[in-house]
């Protein structure tokens, strides 16, 4: 069984800490030019306010709406949208002392605000369907993969026990030294069998399905433990059933992040850590080895690397925040934070 923690030594790091959440899909553009684009927009704002105010056109709307996708794009927050409308609002009644407000115009200001704020709908509309899109995605994926594991087990298990019997009729007819080779055929048919149940079991392990999260990880970790020797420490403080979506996402990532530190980390010992603090689900991997440099963790330009992008493409559809913080000869620390809903 995987030996159990009582704690997550922390150690003294130096990291580099490398913060993934979810929408952050544009490389911002440097601090003096965003700078100047928001005074744009801002500026651009109160002129297109004010001419809607007093020449009431309908095309400005459509300026409006333009103007509201370049904020978007610049990733100015709701705060500043907000506070953008106010200022605006606040030199137009200032500089027009003698110009009588009346109901209407704050209606007509309400409209303007609305039509800016259409394009930030419009943008996180996209983002739920695209996201809903890649759950389905995700979901077909997994129904895949638990085809070809009952594929292996059941089918594999059928003919090698075809094999074996077909042996055992060869055996009748050969003498002492063939049949001694047909028992060495045997045995490597038995492992064989035995690694295909691995595989099978490590690809979707009925464990989860029954058991949970909690059973599952058990489980890797024992696999894990097994094959390498390497010391697995897992610590679940959540003991109760999550939706299946994040249960499935999480054993895929720690599937990963066990795979990574068998292949890369030169550990002796990894910490699996899962706990639920305000509807958060926190999962921590950390491991004793010999660390990389984490700021191209997420930047592979051959495209052969995997491992990485595919947790934060599962994190990011669920809608959670990734971390991954690590430096040479420190080994690595890797944290998922997802919404305990699913
Ligand atoms: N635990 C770790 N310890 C040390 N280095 C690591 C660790 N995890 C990842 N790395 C480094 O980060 C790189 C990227 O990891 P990633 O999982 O994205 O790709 P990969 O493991 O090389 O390939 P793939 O996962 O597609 O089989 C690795 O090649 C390795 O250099
Ligand atoms: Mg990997």
């Given amino acids: 069984m995987p030996r159990r923690s009582e704690e997550m030594p922390q150690g003294s790091m130096t990291p580099i800490r490398l913060v993934e959440r979810r929408n952050k899909v544009q490389i911002p553009p440097d601090g003096v030019q965003r700078g100047r684009r928001l005074h744009s927009i801002r500026r651009r704002y109160a002129q297109l306010l004010r001419r809607y105010l007093?020449?009431?056109?309908?095309?400005?709307?459509?300026?409006?709406?333009?103007?509201?996708?370049?904020a978007v794009v610049d990733e100015l927050g709701l705060l500043s949208i907000a506070e953008m409308h106010?200022?605006?609002?606040?030199?137009?009644?200032?500089?027009?002392?003698?110009?009588?407000?009346?109901?209407?115009?704050?209606?007509?200001?309400?409209?303007?605000?609305?039509?800016?704020?259409?394009?930030?709908?419009?943008?996180s509309r996209g983002y739920r369907e695209a996201s809903t899109a890649m759950r389905h995605l995700n979901e077909m994926l997994e129904d895949e993969i638990r085809r070809i594991a009952h594929a292996i087990h059941d089918g594999a298990g059928q003919y090698l026990a075809c094999v074996h019997i077909s042996l055992y009729a060869i055996a009748k007819h050969v003498d002492d030294e063939g049949k001694k080779e047909l028992r060495k055929?045997?045995?490597?048919?038995?492992?064989?069998?035995?690694?295909?149940?691995?595989?099978?079991?490590?690809?979707?392990?009925?464990?989860?399905?029954?058991?949970?999260?909690?059973?599952?990880?058990?489980?890797?970790?024992?696999?894990?433990?097994?094959?390498?020797?390497?010391?697995?420490?897992?610590?679940?403080?959540?003991?109760?059933?999550?939706?299946?979506?994040?249960?499935?996402?999480?054993?895929?990532?720690?599937?990963?992040?066990?795979?990574?530190?068998v292949k890369h980390a030169h550990a002796s010992n990894v910490w699996i850590l899962l706990e639920e603090r305000r509807h958060l689900i926190h999962c921590e991997v950390r491991d004793d080895g010999v660390g990389f440099d984490a700021s191209a963790a997420l930047v592979h330009e051959k495209g052969s690397q995997l491992g990485f992008l595919?947790?934060?493409?599962?994190?990011?559809?669920?809608?959670?925040?990734?971390?991954?913080?690590?430096?040479?000869?420190?080994g690595v620390r890797v944290v998922i934070t997802l919404p305990a809903q699913g």
């Fill in 310 to 330: 595919g947790i934060k493409e599962r994190v990011a559809v669920l809608g959670g925040g990734l971390e991954i913080e690590s430096s040479r000869g420190r």
């Fill in 86 to 123: 106010h200022e605006a609002m606040g030199e137009i009644f200032s500089g027009n002392r003698d110009i009588q407000f009346s109901d209407n115009h704050y209606r007509m200001a309400g409209v303007v605000l609305s039509e800016l704020l259409s394009a930030y709908e419009m943008t």
């Fill in 185 to 261: 055929a045997h045995e490597l048919l038995d492992e064989l069998e035995r690694d295909l149940r691995r595989i099978s079991h490590e690809l979707r392990p009925r464990v989860l399905e029954n058991s949970g999260l909690s059973g599952a990880v058990e489980f890797l970790a024992d696999s894990v433990i097994k094959r390498t020797g390497l010391a697995i420490h897992v610590e679940d403080r959540i003991q109760r059933r999550l939706p299946s979506t994040i249960e499935t996402a999480l054993y895929r990532c720690i599937q990963e992040l066990l795979n990574n530190a």
């Fill in 54 to 70: 007093f020449e009431n056109l309908e095309e400005v709307l459509l300026e409006i709406y333009e103007l509201g996708r370049e």
